[in-house]
C-alpha cells in the first residue's frame, strides 16, 4: 500500500523532499533487483514478476521511507502509538509467560513448529506475539520499540517506570537469543548519556536489579527451569564458532567474485564446503559482500552511513537517541546475523519518531 500510494502521488503530481539516505536505498533496490535478474531468479519464480513486486520487501520499505519524510505526525498520533506500544509490552509479556511456563509453541506458526520441533529445550526460541512476522522480529522490532520508549520519554524529561523495563526484560530473556541480550544493553545505555553517571543511582539500580535477578531465579527454579543447564548449553555454546566458521568461509571463497559478488546467498561450491556445520556466512557484512560484492556492499553500507547521521543529527539536536539506538541495534546485530532488511515494523517506528522530533526541533527553531 505504501508503493501504490507514493506511485499516486508522484503521478499526481505532488513535490516530494528525498533525503539522500532513500536515494541511497532506493539505488540499492535497483542494484539488488538487477542481481535477481541477472541470476535468472525472476525467470525460475513460478508465480511471476508482479508476484516478485509484491514480495520485494525492500521496495517497499524504501516507499514507506519516502512517505515518512514527507509526513508531519502531530502530538495525538504520537501519544496514541506510546499507548499501543504499552500494550505491546503487557501483551507480549503473558504470551511468553505462558510460552515459557506452559507451552513454547503457544500463539506461534506452523513453520515456526517446524523449524524448531527437533531442538533442545535450552535452544528453543520463543518468539512471543512476534513469530507471525519473523523468527527475528523479537530483536528486529520489539528491541527498537523498547528503545523508541526509552529515548522518548528521557526527551520529554519524564520518568519511564521501571515495570516496563521488567516485563519487556523478561520478553528479551525469554526469547534465549544472546544477540537480543547485548542490543538490550545498548539501548539501556541512553539513560547515562543523557542523565550522566550518577553512583548512588548506579549502586541503586545495581542492587534493584541484583534483588530482581535473585527473584527471577528462584521463581523460575520452582518452575522446574534449569538456570546451571541454561547458562552451559545456551550462553556458554560453543555455536559461536560458526561465526569463526563465517570468516574462514569468506576468506576462501570472497576473492572468486569481489567486484560484484556471487549473487547467490549461499552458493553450491559454499554449501559443500560448509558442510551442515552452519546455514550461510553468519556475519551479515561478511555474508553481504561475498553475495553482492565490494560495488552492491559500498552502496549499502554508504545509505546506512547516510541514515545514520541523520539519526545522529536529530539526536544532537534534541537529545532524542531513541531511534538512533534502535539502528545501532540493527547494525550491531548483524555482527552475528544476516539480515540487513529495513521491513521490520519496529524499525519503521524508529523513521516516524524520528521525523517527528525533527519536526519538533524545526518548529521550535
Known amino acids: 500500500m505504501g508503493t501504490v500510494l507514493l506511485l499516486y502521488f508522484i503521478v499526481t503530481g505532488k513535490k516530494f523532499n528525498f533525503p539522500k539516505y532513500t536515494i ?23 508465480s511471476g514478476f508482479i508476484t516478485y513486486l509484491f514480495s520485494n ?14 509526513t508531519i505526525f502531530d502530538d495525538r498520533f504520537i501519544k496514541d502509538i506510546i499507548l499501543f506500544f504499552k500494550i505491546t509490552i503487557v501483551t507480549a509479556f503473558i504470551v511468553s509467560l505462558i510460552q515459557f511456563v506452559y507451552d513454547p509453541f503457544f500463539f506461534t506458526p506452523d513453520e515456526f513448529r517446524i523449524n524448531f520441533l527437533t531442538r533442545e529445550e535450552f535452544n528453543l526460541r520463543l518468539p512471543s506475539i ?36 521488567v516485563l519487556s526484560g523478561f520478553v528479551f530473556f525469554a526469547s534465549k537469543s544472546r544477540w537480543i541480550y547485548l542490543n538490550l544493553i545498548l539501548i539501556l545505555l541512553q539513560y547515562p548519556l543523557i542523565k550522566g ?17 535473585i527473584l527471577l531465579v528462584f521463581l523460575m527454579k520452582e518452575a522446574g527451569f534449569d538456570f546451571e543447564r541454561f547458562i552451559e548449553e545456551r550462553l556458554l555454546s560453543d555455536s559461536a564458532s560458526t ?30 564446503a560448509i558442510g551442515g556445520r552452519s546455514s550461510q556466512i553468519h556475519i551479515g557484512y561478511l555474508s553481504h559482500l561475498y ?3 565490494i560495488f552492491g556492499s559500498v552502496i549499502l553500507f554508504y545509505s546506512l552511513y547516510l541514515l545514520y547521521l541523520r539519526f545522529y543529527r536529530v539526536a544532537a539536536d534534541s537529545r532524542y537517541y531513541g531511534s538512533l539506538f534502535a539502528l545501532i541495534t540493527f547494525l550491531a546485530a548483524n555482527l552475528t546475523l544476516v539480515d540487513f532488511s529495513l521491513y521490520h515494523y519496529g524499525l519503521m517506528f524508529a523513521f516516524i519518531f524520528n521525523k517527528y522530533i525533527d519536526s519538533q526541533n524545526i518548529i521550535l527553531t
Open 130 to 165: 512476534f513469530g507471525f512476522l519473523t523468527l527475528r522480529d523479537v530483536g528486529a522490532s520489539f528491541i527498537p520499540i523498547m528503545s523508541i520508549l526509552i529515548g522518548y520519554y528521557l526527551f520529554r524529561n519524564q520518568k519511564f517506570h521501571y515495570l516496563w523495563l
Open 291 to 293: 553475495e553482492y560484492g
Open 197 to 213: 553517571i550518577n553512583f548512588k543511582k548506579v549502586i541503586w539500580f545495581s542492587g534493584a536489579a541484583l534483588l530482581s535477578l
Open 243 to 272: 561465526r569463526f566458521l563465517a570468516i574462514d568461509m569468506f576468506l576462501e571463497f570472497f576473492p572468486q567474485n569481489p567486484v560484484f559478488g556471487s549473487g547467490i546467498h549461499v552458493g553450491e561450491d559454499l554449501a559443500r
Open 57 to 70: 520487501t525492500w521496495l517497499h520499505a524504501v516507499a514507506f521511507l519516502i512517505l515518512v519524510e514527507n
Open 24 to 46: 541511497a536505498f532506493f539505488v540499492l533496490v535497483l542494484y539488488y533487483f538487477s542481481w535477481t535478474v541477472a541470476n535468472g531468479e525472476i525467470a525460475s519464480l513460478r
